[in-house]
C-alpha cells in the first residue's frame, strides 16, 4: 500500500477507525498525528466492539507497529486507562506502540479550564468533548506546555509542573473554579510516566528509519475536516489541523513522502457538538437514532443528523487532495424512500459552492438538494459492490463524482468483513 492519509470528509466520526482496521492489513505502521482523546475510533471485528481514544486504530491487528506522534496531545492517565482496557481484553500492547517524546501532555488544569470555557460560553458554547484539548494546544501555542520528554524526568516533571500549577491555579480561582492539588495530579502523572516510559521514543527518527526500510505508514486522521481549525467551520471547530496537512507536522513525515490521501465520509452527514448543519434533518435524525446508530464513540451524544452535504465534501477534497473516497453506513440509507443530496448552498439568494468563512453568512446558507429514488433492500449483508441494489451503487458513485474523487471502498455495517473494495 502506497503511504496514505486518511481524512475525515466531514464533521469527524466518519468511521475513520473502522477503515483504518481494515487497510492495516496492508500498512506496516499506523500513525496517529493530531488530536487526542476527543477522539472516538470504533471497530467490530467478530461481533467485539473497540473503542479507541488515543491508541491508533491498526492495534488490534498483530505484527503492526502503532505510533502516537508529535501533534497529539496526550493524556496520560486516559492513555494508560486505554493500555490496560486493551490488555483485559487480549489485545496485545507492547513492543508494538511507540509516544512521542515530544507530544504534548494534557492536565487536569486543561480540563478544568475547557469546563468553565464551555460553562461561560453559555448557547454560543462548541459543545466540546471537555477532554482539556483546546487548552492543551493553547498552551503549546503559548510555549507554556508541558511534553512528554518533561514527564520521562520525575525531577524536571515536578519542576515544571510546580510553577505551571501555581499559574493555573491563580487562573481557576479567579474565574470562581475551585483550584486542583497539585501533589495528588503529581502522584497520578508520575505513575502514569513509569507505566508509559517503555513506549516514549523519537518517533521522527523511528518513523524515517521505517521509511528508508521501505516500511508503508497509514495515517489516521481523527475529528474530520470541518472540525479543522483553519478550515472547518470555525469557531465551531477543535483546536488542530485535521485536514491531511497535519498528518506531515504531527509526524514529521515530509509531505513527498506521502501517496495518497484518503477521504472517509458516511453516506449522509452527522455531527456532534454545536455549530450549523446546513442539511440537518429531524427526520433523518430520528430514523438513525431509533435503529440505535449515530450516539457519539466518547461522550455519548447524540450526533445530529443530515443528507449528504457535497459542498462540503467538495471542500474537503480541494483542502485535503483527497484522492480516492471511503463511504461508509450506506446501509443507513436501506430504508429511506427519497434520498436528498445538497449540491450547492444557497446565501441571501445566490448560489454558492463553498461554505462561506462568516459563521453567521453559513448559518443563514440553505440547501440545494438534488434528490435521488431509494433501494429499499438491505445492503448489510453484501460482500461486492456489483451485487449492491443498482440504485445504491448509483447513489455511492454520483456522491463520488459530486466529492471529485475516485470511489475506492463503501462500508455496508459497523464489522470488518462489511467492507467492499472496488
Ligand atoms: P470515527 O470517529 O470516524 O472512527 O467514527 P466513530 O467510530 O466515532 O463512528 C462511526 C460509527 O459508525 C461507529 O459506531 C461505527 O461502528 C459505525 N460504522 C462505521 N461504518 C459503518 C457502516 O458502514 N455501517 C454501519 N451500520 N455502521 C458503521
Ligand atoms: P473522531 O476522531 C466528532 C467536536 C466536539 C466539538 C468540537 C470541539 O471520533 O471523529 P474538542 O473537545 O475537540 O475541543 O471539541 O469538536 N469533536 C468531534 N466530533 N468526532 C470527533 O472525533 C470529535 N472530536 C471533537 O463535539 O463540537
Ligand atoms: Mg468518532
Known sequence: MPNTIL??????????????DFLTDEADIVVRSQGGNNAGHTIVIAEKKYVLH?????????????????????????????IEGLRKRGVVVGKNLLISDAAHIVLPYHRALDGRHEASRGKNK????????????????????????????????????????????????????????GRAVLKDYLAAADLLR????????????????????????????????????????TSSN???????????????????????????TTRVGEGPLITGDVAL????????????????????????????TRYAAMVNGIDDIAITNLDGLDAVAKIRVCTAYKLDGKKIDFPPADPDALARCQPVYVEFPGWNSPTDMVRKFSDLPPRARDYARK????????????????????????
Not at 470528509?9 to 477503515?19: N, P, R, S, Y
Not at 521514543?201 to 479543522?228: I, S
Not at 438513525?288 to 455519548?300: I, K, P, S, W
Request: charged share 20%; net charge positive; glycine share 12%.
Open 242 to 268: 485535521t485536514t491531511a496537512a497535519g498528518a506531515c507536522t504531527g509526524s514529521g513525515v515530509p509531505p513527498h513522502r506521502i501517496d495518497r490521501v484518503l477521504g472517509v465520509m458516511k453516506a449522509y
Open 285 to 312: 435524525s430520528d430514523a438513525l437514532h431509533a435503529m440505535g446508530r449515530e450516539f457519539g464513540a466518547t461522550t455519548g451524544r447524540a450526533r445530529r443528523c443530515g443528507w449528504f452535504d457535497a459542498v462540503a
Open 126 to 181: 462548541i459543545g466540546t468533548t471537555k477532554r482539556g484539548i483546546g487548552p492543551a494546544y493553547c498552551d503549546k501555542a503559548a510555549r507554556t506546555g508541558l511534553r512528554m520528554c518533561d514527564l520521562m524526568s520525575p525531577e524536571i516533571f515536578t519542576k515544571k509542573l510546580a510553577a505551571r500549577m501555581r499559574e493555573n491555579n491563580a487562573l481557576l480561582k479567579s474565574l470562581g473554579v475551585p483550584p486542583l492539588n
Open 399 to 422: 456522491i463520488a463524482e459530486l466529492t471529485g474523487a475516485n470511489l475506492s471502498i463503501v462500508s455496508v455495517g459497523p464489522g470488518r468483513e462489511q467492507t467492499i473494495r472496488l
Open 7 to 20: 481524512t475525515g470528509a466531514q464533521w469527524g466520526d466518519e468511521g475513520k477507525g473502522k477503515i483504518i
Open 198 to 237: 517503555p513506549f516514549v521514543t523519537n518517533t521522527v527518527v523511528y518513523l524515517h528509519k521505517a521509511l528508508k526500510a521501505g516500511k508503508n505508514l497509514l495515517f489516521e486522521g481523527a475529528q474530520g475536516t470541518f472540525l479543522d481549525i483553519d478550515h472547518g467551520t470555525y469557531p465551531f471547530v
Open 54 to 82: 488515543l491508541i491508533p486504530s491498526g492495534i488490534l491487528r498483530k505484527s503492526k507497529t502503532c505510533v502516537i506522534g508529535n501533534g497529539v496531545v496526550l493524556d496520560p492517565i486516559s492513555l494508560v486507562a486505554e
